[in-house]
Structures are given as C-alpha cells and as structure tokens.
C-alpha cells in the first residue's frame, strides 16, 4: 500500500526516475500474504482508500480482505506502476557513501539511489509460538499468513491458536463449517460490537457521486466514534473511554448467556488495553454446537493435535497459527549502514525508533513510510501514510531540486523526541490498561503515537527545519 503511494505521488510530481522494488511476484503486501477464510479490514470500507482514489464499490460496511486486494491492484494498474516495478527481487543491503544509496539484492541485482524509501509495512515477517513439538504434528500445520487452501477444512478437525483479530476472524468464519473447531486462548480479549452489512447495488451506484460518498464517509455517527476512540487512547477517564467501555462490556453481557464461557470469555484488562477487536458474530460463533473455547495453556503439539496444561489431548487434523508478526522487523533483516559507518542494528539495539516514525539520524535521505511508532489509534493506515507522504515530501523535494544534497534528523532530536513520545506513551491505556501486547517495545512502552489524530496531522504538516541537518549541494 506506502510503495503504491510512494510511486503515484512520485508520478503526479512529474518524477519518472524511480523503481519500486518488492521481494514478492506480485503486490498487495497484507492483503497479498493473508488470505485465511473470514480475512476483514477494521476500518470502514470508504476510510480504507486513497483520499485521490475512492472506491464507491465496496460490497460489505468492512472490506473483505480480497476485494481490498483487488482494489490495490486496480490503482497500481490505473497508475501505470507495472514499468517502475522490479517483482522477485529481495533487497538485501543498503550502503550510503559517495552521496548515494547503494542497495544489493537476493538476486545479485544492484542499484544506486539518492533517495530511499522504505515502505516496507510492519506486520509481514510470521512469527511462529514457542510450543514444543510444533514439527511433529502429522497433520496440515501452517500460520495464517501462509495459508494452505490445498487442505480440506469440511472433513476436518480444526484448531485456531491465537484471538486477536486474526483467529476471531477465523473463527467466526468457520463455525459450522467444520465438523469440529477448538480455539485455544491465552488472554481473553474485549471485542467492539459492528455492523457489517451489504451496500446494496442502488447504494453502490449512489456512491459514484463524490458528494453523496462523501456524505456517506463523514455521518455524525462515524466522526463521533472517532472522537470517543482517541479520547479513550490518551485518556482512560474520558467519556469515550467509558462508552467504548461500556459498549464492549455489554456486547459481552448480552452475547454470552452461558456463566462458565462467559467468564472464560471475560478480560482481566480494561478495555482498549491492547489493540481493540472489532466482530460482529465471535461470541455467536464460538457457542455454536461444534466451537469449544479452550483456555488451558497448551503443553505441547504432538502428532495427533494439541495437548494442554491440564492433560487432555485435543484431536485435531489442522492446526492454524494466529500468533501474529514480528512488529519490530520493519526493515530487517535488511543490513542498513548510513553516514560514518552508522548501522540500523546499533541505531535500533535497544528498540526501533525513528524522528517521527520517518527519518533517522545519519541516514541521509532515507525515509519510512509506516516506520516505528507509527500507528495512530485503530485508524487507516493508508491515511496516515499519505500524511506522512506530505512531510516526506517536503523533506525530499530540496534534495531531487539540487538545493540540498543530504537531510536527515539529528540525534538530539530523535533523543528528544523519543523522550516527549515514551513519557506521552506511558499515560496511555495501552500502558495503564495492565496487559501485555504488541504494541509494546522492549521496555514495555507503547510503540505507538500517544497523541491525538488532530496532533498528528499537525505535525505532518509540515517539517521543523530546525531538527534536520542539511548538506548543501557542491
């Protein structure tokens, strides 16, 4: 999705000399890689486009993983992107002397850049669970992103590991649709109650009038919504604190009857804690005659299925591993040297950071789209990528013009930007909520905007000159 937009707003800028390069044969990145049934965007289908390129025909009120891949693939091609885009080519190192980037790749291709864009997302590189025995089930075992639709799920015993939004998608995809499906939990999740529902055909025409979309994209309800949710984020005691509260806890009350599976189901963190699950048919989904919840910790993987802490053994013919990504990968594992022998592995030893998730000192003329401590709330992270495209373009622009030949933050202020962030970050709920998550960094800090939307759109605005150093040309 960042190198799309990277390459578009590169083209409407009258620039043709640039190429994208992506490891796999074809685009899509998230929506490329995750394919398992039930696969659902949380942001409301009409936020989760370019602001330049709406799409007034989305089916569902949350888009359906493929027809979001469908759609990137529709503006790359619209766009004209196919003869900047070198497919199959893995990068594997890039090294910045001479005023120039030069990058090598798993192929042996090589390149030079003066500048670099790194847009390659945070959650692609699977991260396997430390579970004994993960090698000798006899059965299909894969992760989620890499799904094997070869496997027959209707004669099959299914076991999901893992409920973030993931496995709860999963979930409610396949309940009744196998003859048996075990979710294992570790830690009870809060789940935000939403509709889902079809636009019909006459809404989808109606949707080709931008006003009428845009109408449609900003009712009192949805922008209300995204007010109550960044105040509940920075502030725990907020009226949208207590209301998206509330909403969890009841969706939960009226869904689940049953007292046992209630509490199973019930977090010991307060809500919006960790990164909030949006469903609207889990709990519906997992009482279903043929769904068991199993919170036992799992002992170990053994031919047959699952065993758990409590001995039983879980008979299963697949095994899916909704255990998420390694959110601190970004990059790597890329080997990156900057200005001075500077490298990404030294620069980031403790945590990644970045001077507004977007440039790194003595990294001359390199910049992330989506970098760390990037995400804003549960918002589009295709809007918060083309805010972020603005500030890079303003940072880019004097070096492509010849009016500068390097810029880069300074290490005082990403020192000092960590500091105001990390302190920001600790009066958050995903730091006061009393949970663990991916959010955290190795400190235990949210590696997140701690800010308001509005904060953050401020501050893409426009760059502070005062914190970047500069190279003049000649």
Same mark, same amino acid.
Request: proline share 6%.
């Given at each position: 999705?960042?190198?799309?937009?990277?390459g578009?707003? *590169?083209k409407?800028a009258g620039?043709?000399?640039?190429t994208?390069?992506?490891k796999?044969s074809q685009?899509? @990145?998230?929506?490329r890689?995750?394919t398992?049934?039930?696969?659902t965007?949380?942001v409301?289908?009409?936020?989760y486009?370019y602001s330049?390129? $709406?799409?007034p025909?989305w089916?569902r009120?949350?888009?359906? @993983? /493929?027809?979001v891949?469908?759609?990137?693939?529709g503006?790359f091609?619209?766009?004209?992107?196919t003869?900047h885009?070198?497919?199959?080519e893995?990068?594997?190192s890039? %090294?910045?002397h001479?005023?120039?980037?030069?990058l090598?790749?798993?192929?042996g291709?090589t390149?030079?850049?003066t500048? =670099?864009?790194? #847009?390659?997302g945070v959650?692609?590189?699977p991260k396997?669970p430390?579970?004994?025995?993960?090698?000798?089930?006899e059965?299909a075992l894969? %992760?989620?992103a $890499?799904?094997d639709h070869?496997?027959?799920?209707?004669?099959s015993?299914v076991?999901?590991?893992g409920?973030?939004?993931t496995?709860v998608?999963?979930v409610s995809? *396949?309940?009744g649709?196998?003859?048996a499906l075990f %979710?294992?939990q570790?830690t009870?999740?809060?789940i935000?109650?939403?509709?889902?529902?079809h636009?019909?055909?006459a809404?989808?025409?109606?949707?080709e &009038?931008?006003?009428t979309l845009?109408?449609?994209m900003?009712m009192p309800?949805?922008l209300?919504?995204?007010?109550a949710?960044?105040?509940?984020?920075?502030d725990e005691?907020?009226?949208g604190?207590k209301?998206?509260?509330?909403?969890?806890?009841?969706?939960?009350?009226?869904?689940v009857?049953?007292?046992?599976?209630k509490?199973k189901?019930?977090? !010991?963190?307060?809500?919006?804690c960790?990164?909030?699950?949006f469903s609207?048919?889990y709990?519906?989904a997992?009482?279903?005659? !043929?769904?068991h919840?199993?919170t036992? !910790?799992?002992?170990?993987?053994e031919?047959?299925?699952i065993r758990t #802490?409590?001995g039983?053994?879980?008979?299963? &013919?697949?095994?899916?591993?909704?255990?998420g990504? &390694?959110?601190?990968a970004?990059?790597?594992?890329?080997?990156?040297? +900057?200005r001075? @022998?500077?490298?990404?592995?030294t620069l980031?030893?403790?945590y /990644?950071?970045?001077y507004?998730a977007?440039?790194?000192?003595d990294?001359?003329n390199?910049?992330?789209?989506?970098g760390p401590?990037?995400?804003?709330g549960n918002?589009?992270?295709?809007?918060?990528?083309?805010?972020?495209?603005n500030?890079?373009?303003?940072?880019m622009?004097?070096?492509? !013009?010849?009016?500068i030949?390097?810029v880069?933050c300074? $290490?005082?202020a =990403?020192e000092a930007?960590?500091?105001?962030?990390?302190?920001?970050a600790k009066q958050?709920?995903w730091?006061?909520g009393?949970c663990?998550?991916w959010y955290l960094d190795s $400190?235990?800090?949210?590696a997140?905007? /701690?800010?308001?939307y509005g904060?953050?759109?401020?501050a893409?605005?426009?760059p502070d000159w005062t914190?970047f150093?500069?190279?003049a040309? +000649?």
């Open positions: 999705m960042a190198g799309i937009l990277a578009i707003k *590169l409407s620039i043709e000399n640039f994208i390069y992506e796999a685009i899509g @990145g998230t929506w890689e995750n398992y049934p039930g696969l965007c949380d409301p289908s009409h936020h486009t330049f390129e $709406r799409n025909r089916t009120h949350l888009p359906p @993983g /493929p027809e891949q469908a759609y990137f693939v503006v091609e619209k766009y004209e992107l003869a885009t070198c497919f199959n893995e990068a594997i890039a %090294h910045y001479g005023g120039l980037w030069h090598t790749f798993a192929s291709k390149d030079e850049a500048v =670099l864009i790194m #847009a390659s959650l692609h590189h396997l430390d579970i004994p025995g993960l090698d000798s089930f059965g894969f %992760h989620t $890499r799904w070869t496997v027959d799920l209707s004669t015993r076991g999901v590991v409920n973030g939004s496995g998608q999963i995809a *396949l309940a649709k196998v003859p %979710h294992f570790r009870a999740q809060w935000m109650p939403v509709e889902n529902g636009f019909s055909e809404e989808q025409l109606s949707f &009038d931008p006003e845009r109408a449609a900003n309800e949805y209300a919504s995204v007010e949710y960044t105040q509940a984020l920075i005691s907020s009226e604190a209301s998206l509260g509330d909403a969890c806890r009841a969706n939960l009350e009226q869904s009857l049953d007292p046992v599976l509490k189901l019930t977090p !010991s963190h307060q809500p919006l960790k990164r909030l699950i609207p048919d709990y519906q997992i009482q279903h005659p !043929s769904a919840l199993v036992e !910790s799992i002992e170990r993987i031919a047959t299925g #802490a409590d039983v053994l879980h008979e299963l &013919d697949v095994i899916a591993l909704a255990t990504f &390694d959110a601190r970004f990059m790597r594992p890329m080997t990156i040297t +900057g001075g @022998g500077t490298n990404l592995d980031w030893h403790d /990644p950071k970045a507004y977007i440039s790194m000192p990294m001359p390199l910049f992330m789209l989506n401590n990037g995400p804003v918002f589009s992270l295709i809007d918060i990528s083309e805010h972020q495209w500030y890079i373009w303003q940072l622009e004097p070096v492509l !013009s010849g009016e030949s390097e880069c300074t $290490r005082d =990403l930007y960590e500091e105001k962030r990390s302190e920001a958050t709920v730091f006061k009393g663990q998550s $400190r235990g800090i949210p997140s905007w /701690p800010w308001t904060d953050f759109t401020a893409m605005a426009r914190q150093e500069t190279v040309t +000649g």
